[in-house]
């Protein structure tokens, strides 16, 4: 199936905000408890931060959604994210967004860039926010973040319908101020009323973070061709060499 509008088909029934399945048993909910008491979880346990943003579709950029990154940095370079569709309990897993710094991102081939985004206006414009956290605290990694470049893919597109994550993972691209970027504002509304900020005071605050003169020029790459990105599924020949004599 492609990375596109196309309707993945008939869903289960039931209820469309969560997944086909039956309620959990007490017996998994014990087994689950002891895993958490006996398990170190480590990788989970390096997320530090959760930041509220928004995304749209590279091969469709009306179709724009809210997104939640639960963020480890494993060093000053290189963040990974856990994108979910909100902050909740039951929150669904939608993609990964790895994101880094300038220097790295120069450093990879003009084709793998095509594939990245920008930070600066997403900054810049009061749109990435960490809920509950004041402006002052987090300024100095906003100047950072404001150099850095982002690769997303969205493996499961809820804002279609879908129930479970079906076809190919789409490639995402961060809100800009061009014509195609600019994020619904109504999707904004909704998020500030539900935090109970303001995007706009929070744009005003940030007047004097300082962004790059100018991105790298294959980042946002539709920018300037107007063309995004689609995955198609194809079956192809399984290589039939063994790994071992």
């Known amino acids: 199936m492609a990375s596109s509008d196309k309707s993945p088909g008939p869903m289960p029934p039931g209820d469309g905000s969560v997944p086909p399945g039956k309620p959990m048993t007490m017996g998994q909910a014990v087994v689950d408890r002891g895993a958490q008491i006996m398990q170190s979880l480590k990788p989970v346990k390096q997320v530090r931060q959760h930041v509220c943003s928004f995304a749209m579709y590279s091969h469709d950029m009306t179709r724009q959604i809210q997104t939640h990154h639960f963020l480890t940095r494993l060093n000053q370079d290189f963040l990974q994210c856990a994108v979910y569709d909100s902050d909740d309990s039951n929150a ?75 076809g190919a993972p789409a490639l995402m691209v961060s809100p800009q101020e061009a014509n195609l970027g600019i994020v619904n504002p109504e999707l904004v509304r909704k998020r500030d009323d539900k935090y109970k900020i303001s995007t706009e005071d929070l744009k005003c605050s940030r007047a004097d973070i300082v962004v790059p003169e100018m991105t790298n020029p294959f980042a946002d790459y539709w920018k300037k061709t107007y063309k995004g990105f689609a995955i198609d599924v194809e079956p192809t020949e399984i290589k039939l060499r063994a790994p071992f004599p």
């Open 92 to 166: 669904r897993l939608i993609g990964v967004e790895y994101i880094v710094s300038d220097k790295i991102f120069d450093t990879l081939p003009a084709e793998e860039q095509k594939l990245w985004h920008s930070h600066a206006y997403e900054i810049k414009s009061g749109l990435w926010m960490s809920p509950h956290v004041q402006e002052l605290i987090q300024k100095s990694e906003l100047e950072d973040l404001a150099k850095t470049y982002g690769k997303f893919w969205c493996t499961w597109q809820v804002d279609r319908g879908d129930r479970l994550p079906l």
